[in-house]
């Protein structure tokens, strides 16, 4: 499997705060790959800095052959990212939003129309994709948005939270239309979320993350397996806690 | 005890960081409005109290020196000028001084044939604000003549119905304005008039501007960075050259649609009343020349390029709103301060507003002159009387000023858009920080 994504010692550091430190780690054509942590552990440092937004003070990430530092243009042409509690444009219709979204990707108008229409097909929001975002409740909203960071079928989505605001059944559908996009469009996932059972069931390989360390990384099985747990719930205790006393 | 607790919650709520450094803010405007309001008004006492009445005897006959001494006479300063020929600018210029009133040749002649006398004033106009342009010396002057001719012509006795006439409205006055070099036959009130619906006006619509303009980019941007899709806009494959461009673009064009629309209003609501003004300024005299024709000869009229500069000097009076309000706006993490992060840029609007309307920025006393053109908006206040006062090297400096304002403004704004600041920086007047709050948090736990 080629790797879409490598991490390569990333660091970050605010003015009082090193708010992630030497991060590493890989992710495969067609994986999911969760960064797993408490809030305030870097998750969302560490995904900002690999979708471009941030700087980082040390290390590189390449996305696709492209250097974050060296060719973020480049980076942004191969990656979507979907940040935690996002909104979209209140005035702006559902429809409207996401042919606007999609012309910032695609110049060429069939290949942009198939793309909009692929998003239809994903949100599953019908007729109410006529009217304004200012009327929809935050459910349809992660689910238009979500729809418009995996319609252009980017190499590398990266997703803050993807579910939340969603009820369980809307969840669940995330999650299965997450999995069937990277097993069936070799689409790669970069996730992040405190939510272990949603990581459990959806990702691939786990990364878990706590004050800007990256702990531990492997598959929800392998690290229930080395640390003699039920559920990455436990893991996760575990591994802070060993963290903690070293 | 129950309305207490609420009313106490209620104002806390109200009574915020942002709104006593307002009132800090607006506290500070009145007290330089004040010092400035002080300053003219001294001024404008000193003028209307302490005058000197200015005067240059062309007829020089025993009528007109016993005028003279009557006047001095009555405790007035008189101070005579030798001729130095028609040009009313080169008098006033060449003898450093604000306003004369010329006795012209047969003066005493007329009174004798019983015919109504002329006497000639000349005024110089040096600024668009109603203070600086009082000249009591000569308003003195001309009622002083009016009552001695009128008495003299009284005491003749037997009068005839001419003489009678002579008493009633005993002078013709042909009232010269002087601006710069030139000078027209027109009267300087009636150009006020004129200058002051201008002034009335298009002030209020360049702060209107200001005002809209910036509070349009700031929220858009404020919005971008609340409801997160800045974050998605910019992680998508176009440049953050591009999204600042696009908002600048799109600030600028809905201004210049607002201040077409303004100008348009501005015309139609004043055009009938500026050609009344023209018509009525023309009836009053035989020979001196309508208010447009003045301020042609003035060199007042502005042309073509005059209105080119000045769209020039609002269009980067706009600029430097926009590139502030793109600072502003990326501070901002929270809509609701929105309206407490343009009270800098209103701040920086109303003191140059307000202190144009009341007085002359130029006669300010050195500090605050200096303090209110370091403001940037106040060359924008100040573009057409400058203009139209002939002092281009104000302009130009003004306009200079702006120019380099703008491009630090923009400096600043774009190495805030192209960094990382873009999203860890913001202003929270009255919250505590993090840090601190953590701080706090922990030592609660021990």
């Known amino acids: ?246 | 005890m129950k309305f207490i607790n609420l009313l106490k919650k209620e104002l806390s709520e109200l009574i915020t960081v942002q709104m006593l450094l307002g009132l800090l803010v607006s506290l500070g405007i009145f007290m330089a409005l004040g010092s400035v309001m002080d300053t003219t008004i001294d001024e404008a006492v000193e003028k209307t109290t302490n005058y000197t009445i200015r005067l240059i005897d062309r007829d020089d006959t025993e009528f007109t020196q016993d005028m003279i001494k009557s006047i001095e006479n009555d405790g007035n300063k008189v101070r005579l000028f030798t001729d130095t020929g028609d040009d009313y600018a080169a008098i006033l210029n060449s003898n450093d001084i604000k306003d004369v009133v010329i006795i012209p040749k047969g003066f005493t002649e007329k009174i004798n044939k019983a015919q109504k006398p002329e006497i000639i004033t000349a005024a110089k106009m040096t600024s668009a604000a109603t203070i600086s342009n009082i000249n009591a010396g000569s308003s003195s002057a001309v009622s002083l003549i009016q009552k001695y001719i009128s008495e003299k012509v009284a005491s003749m006795g037997g009068l005839t119905e001419e003489q009678y006439k002579i008493v009633n409205q005993p002078l013709t006055v042909r009232e010269n304005t002087v601006v710069a070099d030139n000078y027209a036959e027109v009267s300087s009130e009636s150009i006020m008039s004129r200058i002051a619906i201008q002034n009335m006006m298009l002030p209020i619509i360049v702060f209107v501007l200001i005002i809209l303009t910036s509070q349009m980019l700031m929220s858009a941007v404020a919005n971008e960075k609340t409801d997160k899709t800045l974050e998605t806009l910019l992680s998508a494959p176009i440049s953050r050259g591009s999204v600042i461009g696009a908002k600048m673009l799109a600030a600028a064009i809905i201004a210049l649609i607002n201040a077409a629309v303004y100008m348009i209003g501005f015309k139609v609501c004043m055009g009938d009343a500026t050609s009344k003004i023209s018509s009525s300024a023309g009836e009053l005299i035989s020979g001196q020349v309508s208010v447009d024709e003045g301020m042609h000869q003035l060199g007042m009229a502005l042309g073509g390029m005059d209105y080119l500069l000045v769209g020039l000097q609002l269009f980067f009076t706009i600029m430097i709103c926009l590139s502030v309000s793109l600072i502003l706006g990326a501070l901002i993490n929270d809509t609701k301060n929105t309206q407490s992060m343009i009270m800098p840029i209103m701040m920086l609007a109303i003191i140059p507003y307000m202190i144009s309307m009341i007085a002359d920025i130029n006669s300010l006393p050195t500090v605050i002159r200096y303090i209110v053109y370091a403001i940037p908006f106040t060359h924008t206040f100040s573009a057409i009387p400058n203009l139209m006062f002939g002092r281009t090297t104000l302009f130009t400096a003004g306009l200079i000023y702006q120019i380099i304002v703008f491009i630090i403004c923009m400096f600043f704004a774009l190495r805030l858009f192209m960094s990382d600041k873009l999203f860890t920086i913001s202003l929270n007047f009255g919250q505590k920080s993090k840090y601190k709050a953590k701080k706090r948090r922990k030592s609660a736990e021990k």
């Open chain 1, 1 to 246: 499997m080629a790797d879409i994504l490598e991490v390569k010692g990333l660091s970050k550091q605010y003015s009082k705060v090193l708010a992630a430190d030497s991060i590493s780690f890989s992710i495969g054509e067609g994986e999911i790959f969760a960064l797993l942590g408490p809030n305030g552990a870097g998750k969302t440092t560490t995904i900002r800095m690999i979708s471009t937004l941030l700087t980082p003070t040390a290390g590189d990430a390449v996305v696709a052959g492209h250097s974050i530092i060296k060719e973020p243009a480049k980076v942004r042409e191969n990656i979507t990212y979907l940040p935690d509690e996002a909104g979209a444009y209140k005035n702006m219709t559902g429809i409207r939003y996401l042919r606007f979204m999609a012309g910032l990707f695609i110049s060429d108008i069939d290949k942009l129309n198939e793309c909009v229409e692929r998003a239809k097909n994903i949100c599953g929001l019908g007729e109410r994709l006529e009217d304004k975002i200012g009327s929809y409740s935050r459910g349809m909203i992660r689910k238009l948005l979500l729809a418009r960071a995996v319609m252009t079928k980017p190499k590398l989505a990266i997703l803050d939270e993807p579910t939340s605001g969603l009820d369980v059944l809307n969840a669940i559908e995330i999650r299965k239309m997450i999995k069937k996009l990277a097993a069936e469009e070799k689409m790669s996932f970069l996730l992040s979320s405190h939510n272990m059972l949603e990581i459990e069931f959806v990702s691939d390989r786990v990364g878990i993350i706590s004050g800007g360390h990256l702990l531990v990384i492997g598959s929800a099985s392998e690290l229930k397996e080395r640390y003699g747990a039920e559920n990455l719930e436990e893991v996760f205790e575990k591994v802070v806690n060993e963290n903690e006393i070293h």
